[in-house]
């Protein structure tokens, strides 16, 4: 549950520090307005990608999905570019190892607003048909982490593949974040200085949807919290 809530600040802070372009103009003329719908049919032209998973693994895939993925990509040996599990923590979190980088997969199942938890066992034990899709840990969120990369030449190659980012947190020390949104996830490119350059060793890629009904679930939770507590003193 810390790990989840973790998450949610660090995207949380990202989108609110990022710096988005504003219209200074409240009345735009007919020559701003033809303007921005050439830019957007532009925009609409480039064939950007949203960020809908990572590298063939949508969002929402079932933990065991992945887990099967990567078991067949470790140990076929027919594979090109094989993948060597590092972490396994069941219904929560696979880290694997491939070319050299890593790659941290989180998933997510709807929290109780009770606070109970089911444990794996429990959670398999279940039979599939009458477990519910919410029920079921589901991919939202991967972080890749590698050695110090020159900041531009990551967001050069971010840059081709989403268009331009939508926001950006950057201090004069070279540290911060760029930001990309999409209409299914969200990108984060992290920059820390190294040897007085931006550099850039993290990046990462999270669900859009799942991420809002995070946030709905935690908040129905805490109220929870909040009326159970208040239950204690009504007479």
Known sequence: ?????????????????????????????????????DQEKKKENTGKE????????LWST??????????????????????????DIPDKEILIKRNGIYYRYVFYKKVDPSGKTVSPEESSATPAENQKEEDIPRFFFMESYFPFVPSDQIYNKLKEKYGEKTGASMNKDNSGAYFWETP?????????????????????????????????DYSQYNNYRELKAVEKLLP
């Open 62 to 87: 079932k933990y065991a999905d992945v887990k099967e993925e990567f078991r067949t990509l470790s140990s076929n040996p027919e594979v090109k570019d094989p993948a060597e599990i590092i972490r």
């Open 50 to 57: 949203s960020a809908t998973g990572f590298q063939g693994i």
């Open 1 to 37: 549950m810390n790990r989840i809530k973790t998450v949610l600040v660090i995207i949380t802070i990202a989108m609110s520090t990022a710096h988005y372009p504003q219209t200074t103009d409240p009345k735009p003329t007919p020559d701003d307005k033809k303007k921005q719908e």
């Open 184 to 216: 299914d996830g969200y990108i984060v490119q992290w920059v820390e200085p190294y040897r007085k350059a931006p550099f850039t060793r993290s990046i990462y890629y999270i669900s859009r949807k799942i991420k809002e009904e995070i946030e709905k």
